[in-house]
């Protein structure tokens, strides 16, 4: 162990570093911020993020291993990190007004954020499944205190309990899993793990050890059966946090599905079948509970799961281009969720709580522009082009396809139609119902401009794939 | 051409929808939008003019990369099929701001850039020589007429807007996967123009003509997944009646002119007795609806029914008189349906019901009204001297050689459009004016004979000298002939 090995250790984690030590600060020295002042939490804690962004960008160049092969700073970590970025800094952005109305804008809360975007950004570069485990933990540690942060609301306080209680079971199921493999290869390493089944017949044993890894994942993508905690936390959590937790959290339970399903010891113990049928079950689940919803949180929230439905049919596809597939598609999810939810957290105004969606009727007659941004988001999560939601939806189509899962892709096609229903019913509501009271949308420059920044990448990439494509491609290992 | 004229065409009214969402005041909108329909379809006419109808080639073709990692370009171009529905869709779209002036009177802004939008996507569909970008076209269509029909339509329009997107979702996305399908069959490209060059085996071209046939037949619509049409053209306003009509429904034939055929010529052949059968139902059943209905807007629907039925009919007697009259027939039929829509919505504007029987006599209170109605009544049921009659010949008699049933069930179609047709007119013109006298009846205006006059010239000139429109897609025909049945038939 030399110093030179350790500064380049250190070096591959530098964005991790710079995140950990923002919050640290932003925990010892926000309590002395005084009220009123409080924009100087967001703004420390945004040029945290994208101190780390450039740092992340800096190091893209090449590939560092770290830390004795329990850590990676590669591509496909970068990419996922960026895309955490992303959804973190627009979650910051809403937080500000939404944070005012509820009275939670306290400096924890920032902090909080920013640990949860450090264990994510771990489980990205994981390449072992004790440092993955680590940086799940830390990650869902964060989201459980989020979740429960309206103290005074019961609905709050329920689906933190309720979370913490599901989490910790599948959390453990994860760690048995992890336990057995280690038993059986004598190894936690994703790389090592292949090199002592290869050659050998497959042990059964390995099966279940990656059934229990799978199990406990899912729990974290909110995918079926896993995913009875969706609606009740997506609809208990303070609303930022349900859009950030729509977005990012799954996006890194993603990084980790498919860094350890495309490892040739999973590939070859047949799972692929098992994830098929969780696609599948996920997907009609999220589409079709969706349709009989009021509240728009839990809408939004079965609609999250039909799409993780939809992005797992890219890692049954497998392979670069599956691989690129689910990036592109989680990339483009932030930009239209996290608009979607920016314009119902922008509802939330004084008594008015925008939660149901008859709330919304004939918001078209008094903000046409946010009515068209509504519907813009609304037909991107239904797929429509020329919004980005189609490419994203075709890509997935073109990589099953490619692999010759034709019956599969037409499963997923059908299924997207009844999810599509729900969605332009919003539209509907929005445009061709007459209005039952005025609106008074806490329409701030910082909520206006997150708005803009997701109608851009929506419509954006939509019209302009060609070059997300490429980075998603090129990003992607594998192929 | 160094000027890229199609895409021009294509983004003038995007063009003109950004500009009218600037703009404030209605009139304003209304002056706005009829001036770019009008630059467009002044568009158009340039571009005929310099239509060469010699080949079959494509023409004004234009080509960029848009997504190269997947094989993906913006590729434009017209044959003579597409170049005789772009010019349609102009027109048709001019008409349709013209019989929104007054009709529509909330939301004018919005509803005239759905309108602009609408119509650039429906030209975008009849240029596009790659077939993601046709995709995108095709599919994002259904945004501007879901608002539409939701938001400007009749009582039961959310129903109907519903109804016409999830059936048009559920049809085309099935057609995305056989897309996707041919793109790896076909050597990794949404090439047009390659992928006809392909010839594929022929249990692939089984299953792809399969999943196209649901994408267009929801289109056309066919019988039995026209159950969308009356529901979205009764509920839909005048001018999206027209287009659904006039434009829309010419987009399913237009599908199986443009790739079932020419890609999958053995699969056409091959079902091509089925088409033809579903053709004759089509046919008959949607006559006979029609005879059953007292809601003018209704039976208008229905019949569009029976003579889209003719349209497939001809397409799939795959001879040279069948696929001319067919082609011949979806111009004709835009025309004459777009214009009874027309009609039916001036005197709906007047009187606000559509049922036959609340009419009567309105040949005294309206003359002009009544004798265009009558022109596009004779028209539609194909009357010698006006531009039906030509194709629906040229249909029957490529449909007789074809097949004698088909044939036969096509000619029991015809005489039952004269009887709902005759009747519907009889009913409305003609008789005591008891009914309708209570509602103040005026004669069509200046505005509203602007819209109606180019109407009635292309009956009449397609009725007694359809030569130049023959001519435009004569080249092209044949060339699908000889793709379909291989060198040498182009009879």
């Known amino acids: 162990m030399t110093a030179a090995a350790l500064l380049q250790w250190v070096l591959a984690s530098i964005p991790e570093i710079i995140v950990v030590i923002g919050a640290c600060i932003l925990l010892l020295v926000g309590e002395l911020v005084r009220k009123g002042r409080d924009e100087l939490l967001l703004w420390a804690s945004v040029a945290t993020v994208l101190l780390a962004a450039v740092a992340t960008l800096m190091l893209a160049g090449e590939m560092r291993p770290a830390y004795s092969g329990m850590f990676v700073s590669d591509r496909f970590a970068v990419f996922f990190k960026l895309v955490f970025y992303l959804a973190t800094v627009l979650t910051f952005l809403l937080s500000r007004k939404y944070a005012e109305i509820e009275g939670i804008g306290r400096s924890e809360y920032y902090a909080l954020l920013l640990f949860a975007l450090v264990g994510m950004m771990i489980m990205a570069s994981g390449i072992d499944l004790l440092s993955i485990y680590v940086g799940l933990e830390l990650m869902v540690l964060c989201t459980y205190v989020l979740t429960g942060f309206l103290r005074k609301e019961r609905r709050s306080n329920e689906a933190a309990l309720k979370y913490v209680i599901l989490g910790a079971v599948s959390t453990a199921i994860f760690l048995y899993g992890v336990s057995l493999i280690y038993g059986l290869t004598g190894t936690t390493q994703l790389d090592r793990m292949a090199e002592a089944v290869s050659g050998g017949p497959l042990d059964p044993a390995l099966l279940l050890a990656v059934v229990f890894i799978v199990a406990g994942l899912v729990f974290k993508i909110g995918a079926v059966p896993f995913h009875m905690w969706v609606p009740d936390v997506y609809e208990g959590a303070p609303t930022t946090i349900t859009a950030f937790m729509s977005v990012a959290p799954k996006a890194a339970g993603f990084a980790v599905i498919l860094r350890v399903f495309l490892n040739p010891l999973v590939e070859a113990s047949n799972a692929w079948i098992i994830v098929a049928a969780i696609a599948v079950a996920t997907m009609a689940l999220g589409s079709f509970v969706a349709l009989v919803q009021d509240n728009f949180k839990r809408l939004l929230a079965y609609s999250s799961i039909a799409h993780a439905g939809f992005a797992i049919f890219g890692v049954v596809a497998g392979g670069q281009d599956g691989t690129a597939s689910v990036m592109l598609y989680l990339l483009i999810y932030t930009f239209m969720n996290l608009g979607t939810f920016g314009a119902v957290i922008m509802m939330r105004n004084g008594d008015f709580s925008g939660e149901v969606i008859e709330d919304y009727a004939g918001l078209a007659k008094f903000h046409p522009g946010l009515a068209l941004l509504m519907l813009l988001y609304l037909f991107s999560l239904a797929g429509i082009p020329p919004t980005a939601g189609f490419f994203a939806k075709f890509y997935v189509l073109v990589a099953l396809v490619e692999r010759g899962f034709v019956a599969l892709a037409v499963i997923a096609v059908l299924l997207s139609v009844v999810a599509a229903y729900f969605y332009i019913r919003i539209v509907m509501v929005i445009y061709m119902r007459e209005p039952e009271r005025a609106f008074e949308p806490a329409l701030t420059p910082l909520v206006r401009a997150t708005l803009a920044f997701t109608a851009a990448g929506t419509i954006g990439i939509g019209l302009f794939p060609a070059w997300f494509l490429r980075l998603a491609q090129q990003s992607a290992f594998g192929g | ?491």
């Open chain 2, 1 to 491: 051409m160094s000027i890229p004229l199609l895409s021009l065409i294509v983004f003038v009214p995007i063009a003109g929808a950004a500009v009218l969402m600037f703009m404030r005041s209605d009139d304003a909108v209304r002056w706005t939008a009829l001036g770019f329909g009008i630059v467009d379809l002044a568009l158009c006419i340039v571009m005929l003019a310099g239509f060469d109808t010699t080949t079959h080639e494509m023409q004004f073709t234009e080509k960029y990369p848009w997504v190269p990692a997947l094989g993906i370009t913006y590729a434009l171009g017209v044959d003579g099929i597409s170049a005789l529905f772009l010019f349609l869709t102009a027109l048709l779209s001019l008409i349709s701001v013209l019989a929104s002036w007054v009709a529509i009177d909330r939301k004018v802004k919005e509803f005239m850039v759905s309108l602009l939008v609408m119509q650039a996507l429906m030209l975008g569909v009849f240029c596009a020589l790659d077939l993601f970008l046709f995709y995108v076209f095709w599919e994002a269509m259904l945004i501007p007429m879901y608002l539409i029909i939701g938001v400007w339509g009749g009582e039961g329009r959310v129903y109907a807007a519903f109804k016409f997107f999830l059936y048009t979702l559920a049809g085309s996305i099935l057609f995305l996967i056989g897309v996707i399908v041919l793109y790896f069959q076909g050597g990794e490209t949404f090439d047009i123009l390659a992928l006809t060059a392909q010839d594929l085996p022929f249990g692939v071209q089984s299953w792809l003509f399969f999943a196209f046939l649901v994408a267009f037949a929801v289109k056309v619509p066919m019988v039995p997944v026209h159950t969308w049409l009356p529901d979205a053209h009764v509920q839909a306003p005048t001018a999206g009646s027209i287009i659904l009509a006039g434009v829309l429904l010419k987009m399913g034939a237009y599908g199986f002119l443009r790739f079932s055929l020419p890609m999958l010529p053995e699969a056409s052949l091959y079902y091509s007795t089925l088409m033809l059968v579903l053709s004759a139902l089509a046919i008959v059943y949607g006559g006979l609806l029609a005879l059953a209905q007292d809601d003018l807007k209704k039976l208008v629907a229905y019949s569009s029914i029976s003579h889209m039925g003719f349209v497939t009919l001809g397409i799939f007697a795959l001879n040279l008189r069948g696929l001319e009259g067919g082609i011949l027939q979806m111009f004709n039929h835009g025309i004459t349906t777009g214009a009874l829509f027309l009609f039916v919505g001036l005197i709906y504007e007047r009187t606000h019901t559509r049922s036959i029987a609340n009419y009567g006599g309105l040949m005294k209170a309206a003359p002009v009204y009544t004798a265009f109605l009558a022109l596009f009544t004779l028209s539609s049921m194909a009357l010698p001297g006006t531009n039906a009659f030509v194709g629906e010949l040229l249909v029957l008699s490529g449909g007789f050689a074809a097949n004698l049933a088909a044939g036969a069930a096509a000619v029991a179609g015809a005489l039952l459009s004269a009887a709902y047709l005759l009747g519907m007119y009889g009913k409305v013109a003609l008789g005591p004016a008891s009914v309708s006298a209570k509602y103040k009846i005026h004669d069509v205006n200046g505005r509203e004979m602007a819209a109606i006059l180019p109407l009635a010239v292309f009956v009449l000139w397609v009725g007694l000298y359809p030569r130049p429109f023959l001519g435009i897609i004569d080249a092209s025909v044949r060339n699908l002939l000889v793709q379909v049945h291989g060198e040498g038939s182009g009879q």
